[in-house]
């Protein structure tokens, strides 16, 4: 009996094995995983080239010339994109080229992609927290003069429990505060930065201000 058990087994998987031959399961398998790691490679090169005329563009004196390389830097991500939607660094790229083009909401929006699930898996807790900073600039930027900086506040806080030395953070939260006429709050965020980077001359002058 268990030899008749036994041989139906073998049977069996030899069934198995020459149906998944048949239907070629395992070189599609391969073939996938090949695309993958290959989509993984463009992604990444897309992705040093837009950051490196993202670069450019920065350092450029030019103003025309500083819009058309960020414009390409913005090219480059979406093509980075398109090979590896998870990844929050290209999505952080285009918001960066689209943010140095005057774009605030469409780069507000791509922040928002990097820092969701799944891509915000990709980042580590100093990159989520830098990004969150650089978020928090924009929106920052956007909602100054109409007070509403709330949302900017959010990110700063968080961006400074991941990483509470960031003295840039810790300024631009005293600016927020400042905003929002939260001097005690903003005088702390000030002390703090200067305890970390004594030598950091915009929170001295700001403390200076909120003190005098």
Known sequence: MWGDILLQAVLILTGVFMLLALYEIPQ????KLRFRNRGSIQAKR????GAQLLAQARSSKSKSSASSL???????ADKAISFDYKDAAAHILKAL???????KTSALESFDLALSIPAVKTLTEKE???ALFKRAEVKMSMNRRAG????????LTEAVKIQDDNVKALCLLGECYEV???????????ESALKIEPSWTDAQAA?????S
Request: hydrophobic share 45%; aromatic share 8%.
């Open 28 to 31: 599609k398998f391969i073939s």
């Open 46 to 49: 897309h992705f040093v080239i």
């Open 70 to 76: 960020a414009k390409q830097a913005e090219a480059e």
């Open 97 to 103: 080229a689209l943010d140095l083009q005057g774009f």
């Open 128 to 130: 989520k927290g830098d």
């Open 148 to 155: 509403r900086v709330d949302s900017a506040i959010d990110d």
């Open 180 to 190: 929002k006429k939260m001097r005690d709050e903003a005088k702390t965020a000030y």
């Open 207 to 211: 403390l200076d201000r909120l003190v």
